[in-house]
């Protein structure tokens, strides 16, 4: 595929995090190496970050897995 001038350049991919997200924000989780990465949405939920994950809000202190840099809005 060509990439016409007028079109910006695509980004950088993500680094893996070393832990948890430490802010909210939208990431990808990838809970081991058979699965694949979901994006998920990190909230602040009365002072905790959480995910909302199946019906309810899970702490991502509780999740085990690898994290992915925070994805930046789209502009």
């Known amino acids: 595929m060509i990439r016409k001038p007028d079109e910006e350049p695509p980004l950088p991919p993500l680094e893996t995090l070393h832990g948890p997200p430490t802010q909210p924000g939208w990431y990808w989780l990838k809970r081991d190496e058979q699965s694949r990465e979901i994006?998920?949405?990190?909230?602040?939920?009365?002072?905790?970050l959480t995910v909302w994950w199946v019906d309810q809000p899970i702490a991502i202190a509780k999740l085990t897995g690898y994290w992915r840099e925070p994805i930046p809005p789209s502009t």
Not at 39 to 48: D, F, H, I, K, Y
């Open 39 to 48: 994006m998920v949405e990190v909230r602040l939920t009365n002072g905790e």
